[in-house]
Antibody, heavy 123, light 106 residues
């Protein structure tokens, strides 16, 4: 079945780095844009980044621009989020999510979500 | 950035009640508006896309309407399994979410 599985979360000190992965299965990964969305403890949802189906365009929330990099490997059906210069306010559950539109060039609806991976930034 | 103002932030209703949640955009977003349900400890689930289209497999008691800046999400007859937090999300520009509405049973 269609599935997204995140990994790579953990505890990291402020200023540190972490790379999240999202393994996709059950659909043609290379045909869909992908997103990262995060949720701080007890808070609402915050969109983080989007990458086009072919990796040619990437967009970021202002809160992470210049620190986070979204990428994908369509040969491995895997999405990534490289997080550098981490801050306490980056503490959250990070979800990867599939864009609803095939070959979409910008974000649409998030129709499939992973279970999330927790990132804690603390000294 | 487009701001999404969702109200109320929480509500309590009885089983069988009609529940309505509103979402207002800071500028015209046409019908580029989606609704999600999130149960505690779970990932969000897409319910409504493009303001009024029901996602496959979603019960018909859920519905959405609106265009421009004002949108409404309705549960026609609240069920115990509908206890969750609901979010609107726009995609006219870079995606942004409303603050969420926590729905509880009275």
């Amino acid at each position: 079945q269609v599935q997204l599985v995140e990994s790579g979360g953990g505890v990291v000190q402020p200023g540190g780095s972490l790379r999240l992965s999202c393994a996709a299965s059950g659909f043609t990964f290379s045909s869909y844009g992908m997103h990262w969305v995060r949720q701080a403890p007890g808070k609402g949802l915050e969109w983080v980044a989007f990458i086009r189906y072919d990796g040619s365009n990437k967009y970021y929330a202002d809160s992470v621009k210049g620190r986070f990099t979204i990428s994908r490997d369509n040969s491995k059906n895997t999405l990534y989020l490289q997080m550098n210069s981490l801050r306490a306010e980056d503490t959250a559950v990070y979800y990867c999510a599939k864009d609803r539109s095939i070959f979409g060039v910008v974000g649409d609806a998030f129709d499939i979500w992973g279970q999330g991976t927790m990132v804690t930034v603390s000294s | 950035d487009i701001q999404m103002t969702q109200s109320p932030s929480s509500l309590s209703a009885s089983v069988g009640d009609r529940v309505t949640i509103t979402c207002q955009a800071s500028q015209d977003i046409s019908n580029y508006l989606n609704w999600y349900q999130q149960k505690p400890g779970k990932a969000p689930k897409l319910l409504i896309y493009d303001a009024s289209n029901l996602e496959t497999g979603v019960p018909s008691r859920f519905s959405g309407s609106g265009s421009g800046t004002d949108f409404t999400f309705t549960i026609s007859s609240l069920q115990p399994e509908d206890i969750a937090t609901y979010y609107c999300q726009q995609y006219d520009n870079l995606p942004t979410f409303g603050g969420g509405t926590k729905v509880e049973i009275k």
